[in-house]
């Protein structure tokens, strides 16, 4: 189990967590391979951008190697740059950069980097030339989703401009790679559009003379219900942590999948209190009857979605309550009606459903969200407990 971030050995005894991310790394694991299993022609790369998407970057990642996630991939170059720094070693990607960017520091750590467009392929090989070593590089095609990637129209010069590059020793191509805009729709007509894009891309890479060594499009989605997007690598973000991309692909289970991060709380008061008794800012609920409240002391400053106010499910003394009222910066109620609680009893707010708690679904539905946005927005000031490290 790893201490709570920041946290130094005192010799005093430790002071009971207000909250807990509790992050499962067994589960994580099992999740890796499950996630290999869907795809087993092709690496996979475990996505821990977003400090493993809420669940500890550095942790996470040493699982995921140990579980055979062959690549590990950031969005940010310092991302990348702070797993190297953590001891890793192994095949890494970072893909969200701006120009003046660390390059040289990338290349020194032998950090692959993503280029998408001509501006992006002078830095890298600007930096090159200055380190004397060879960038490794993946080019990116926007096929569809309209967001990064170098459009279709401007591909011949960059992959020219790269083959070029290859020539001077400067960079090598080492991947050629897309995004997926609606993997999380089954049959979306843009899918198979942004494939044939895809094939269109490899195809015009491969006629100006680049080799990649790896082809890769599938992201979470795609690696569970799109064979014919593995490639030579797929790359798994939300799934690797045991939430589903979508509700409409199916529940984590039906993957073989399991949810990596409970979070709870300590109850920090019950009060018995009046009926018509208003609650939280605005008193948009008041209580229908004599009733008694709990107090847990998380709230949107800790990442709990003020969207959820009135919605959010809780698991408190075994049965499901929901938040009354708002939610307030460090802090929600809820309604235990005829029920009875004492300090510090737990409040679950979300787990794999064990317990019989919510999920991370179920807080995404009570938001009008997606999972992804629940376990990545828990601020810094929840620890984060890592349990399992050990294989064995």
Request: proline fraction near 7%.
């Amino acid at each position: 189990m790893t201490a709570p971030a920041g946290g130094e050995p005192t010799g005093l005894p430790p002071t009971p967590m207000r909250a807990r991310a509790v992050v499962d790394l067994a589960a994580l694991r099992a999740n890796v391979r499950a996630l290999r299993a869907c795809a087993p022609r092709a690496d996979l790369m475990a996505v821990v951008k977003s400090d493993a998407y809420g669940h500890g970057a550095v942790p996470c990642a040493r699982a995921a190697r140990r579980a055979g996630a062959a690549w590990l991939g950031t969005a940010t170059p310092e991302e990348a740059l702070a797993l190297r720094a953590a001891g890793d070693t192994g095949r890494l990607l970072c893909w969200l950069w701006t120009p003046g960017g660390p390059w040289r520091a990338a290349i020194e750590a032998d950090v692959d980097v993503s280029v998408s467009g001509m501006w992006a392929l002078r830095e890298v090989t600007d930096a090159a030339r200055a380190c004397g070593r060879t960038a490794r590089v993946h080019l990116k095609i926007d096929t569809g989703l309209g967001r990064n990637g170098c459009p279709p129209a401007a591909w011949p010069e960059l992959t020219a401009a790269a083959r070029a590059a290859e020539a001077e020793g400067t960079v090598v191509v080492a991947g050629v790679w897309s995004h997926f805009a609606c993997a999380d729709e089954p049959g979306h007509p843009s899918i198979a559009a942004q494939l044939n894009v895809f094939h269109e891309a490899l195809a015009e890479a491969g006629r100006a003379g680049l080799r990649p060594e790896v082809r890769h499009m599938a992201n979470s989605p795609a690696t569970l219900t799109l064979p014919e997007s593995h490639f030579d690598l797929v790359r798994a973000g939300i799934a690797v942590y045991g939430v589903s991309p979508s509700p409409e692909i199916g529940l984590p289970s039906d993957f073989g999948l399991r949810q990596v991060m409970t979070l709870s709380a300590d109850v920090a008061l019950v009060k018995q209190v009046p009926s018509g008794h208003g609650v939280s800012y605005g008193h948009h609920y008041v209580t229908p009857g004599e009733t008694t409240l709990a107090l847990v002391p998380v709230g949107y400053a800790d990442g709990i979605p003020r969207h959820a106010s009135g919605t959010g499910p809780v698991l408190v003394g075994g049965k499901w309550r929901t938040v009354a009222g708002r939610v307030a910066m460090d802090q929600f109620v809820v309604d235990l009606g005829g029920d009875s609680a004492q300090v510090g009893d737990e409040a679950v707010l979300f787990g794999p459903g064990d317990r019989g708690e919510p999920t991370v679904e179920d807080w995404a539905r009570a938001a009008g969200t997606i999972g992804y946005e629940i376990v990545t927005r828990i601020g810094a000031r929840v620890p984060r407990v890592h349990v399992h490290e050990d294989e064995h």
